[in-house]
């Protein structure tokens, strides 16, 4: 009743429309604080259900498409300078003060997934890695299991270390726990749940070094 009656009065209605943008954009804004600085493209889509979480957006930074989910409170993602992210690309983070950080002029082709989840997890990746397409980067399992005998949870979520200048090739996973060391290759189809040392190559699920001494480029081959 009242809405109609509001809708027949045009200033009524607009007053009443410009109320609850302001209220809906202070409500976003509690739920995710966005810091952007100069240049480069930025396309969103946001689900946020929480409170006091950050996002920051580097200079020149690509994002095209991407897609945020955050459920939980006090939770950070940070995109450094000059990072290139392709379309279909997802960045979730399910718990609270959990942290996702991709360093400054690392790049990803398209459909790379990040899961942080459980309180304090954390992704970190180093500048200037190079991921390829449809990889899978997770804190957690995302269900518990439990010892039979003593009913504890065996399965604990473990963060996610990604050195400087790393390259991840397609329809790889890197799994909780999993720390890489600069300039390490990871092959296609590569599982990764432990560490890997820097300057290795490694393929294979689970992942294993097949070769030591390697480094790499950004330049292509033809």
Same mark, same amino acid.
């Given at each position: 009743?009242?809405?109609?009656?509001?809708?027949?009065?045009?200033?009524?209605?607009?007053? !009443? *429309?410009?109320?609850?943008?302001?209220?809906?954009?202070?409500?976003?804004?509690? *739920?995710?604080?966005?810091?952007?600085?100069?240049?480069?493209?930025?396309?969103? !889509?946001?689900?946020?259900?929480?409170?006091?979480?950050?996002?920051?957006?580097?200079?020149?930074?690509?994002?095209?498409?991407?897609?945020?989910?955050?459920?939980?409170?006090?939770?950070?993602?940070?995109?450094?300078?000059?990072?290139?992210?392709? *379309?279909?690309?997802?960045?979730?983070?399910?718990?609270?003060?959990?942290?996702?950080?991709?360093?400054?002029?690392?790049?990803?082709?398209?459909?790379?997934?990040?899961?942080? *989840?459980?309180?304090?997890?954390?992704?970190?990746?180093?500048?200037?890695?190079?991921? !390829?397409?449809?990889?899978?980067?997770?804190?957690?399992?995302?269900?518990?299991?439990?010892?039979?005998?003593?009913?504890?949870?065996?399965?604990?979520?473990?963060?996610?270390?990604?050195?400087?200048?790393?390259?991840?090739?397609?329809?790889?996973?890197?799994?909780?726990?999993?720390?890489?060391?600069?300039?390490?290759?990871?092959?296609?189809?590569?599982?990764?749940?432990?560490?890997?040392?820097?300057?290795?190559?490694?393929?294979?699920?689970?992942?294993?070094?097949?070769?030591?001494?390697?480094?790499?480029?950004?330049?292509?081959?033809?």
């Amino acid at each position: 009743m009242i809405k109609s009656v509001v809708k027949k009065i045009p200033f009524a209605f607009t007053l !009443s *429309q410009k109320i609850h943008d302001l209220l809906r954009k202070d409500l976003l804004h509690k *739920q995710l604080k966005i810091k952007r600085f100069g240049g480069g493209y930025c396309k969103l !889509s946001k689900y946020v259900k929480g409170r006091e979480n950050r996002m920051e957006i580097g200079h020149n930074c690509y994002l095209n498409g991407v897609k945020i989910r955050i459920v939980g409170n006090y939770n950070t993602i940070i995109f450094k300078n000059n990072c290139a992210v392709g *379309q279909n690309c997802s960045f979730w983070m399910e718990g609270n003060h959990i942290t996702i950080e991709i360093g400054a002029s690392t790049t990803f082709t398209h459909t790379v997934h990040f899961c942080a *989840q459980e309180d304090n997890s954390s992704i970190r990746i180093g500048e200037d890695c190079m991921f !390829s397409n449809n990889i899978v980067v997770r804190t957690s399992d995302s269900h518990p299991i439990y010892d039979l005998n003593t009913r504890q949870r065996i399965n604990p979520a473990k963060n996610v270390s990604i050195g400087r200048h790393v390259w991840i090739a397609p329809n790889t996973k890197i799994m909780k726990g999993a720390k890489i060391g600069n300039n390490a290759i990871i092959g296609s189809n590569t599982i990764i749940t432990n560490e890997i040392p820097c300057n290795c190559l490694a393929v294979g699920a689970p992942g294993k070094i097949v070769k030591t001494d390697v480094d790499w480029t950004r330049e292509k081959l033809f």
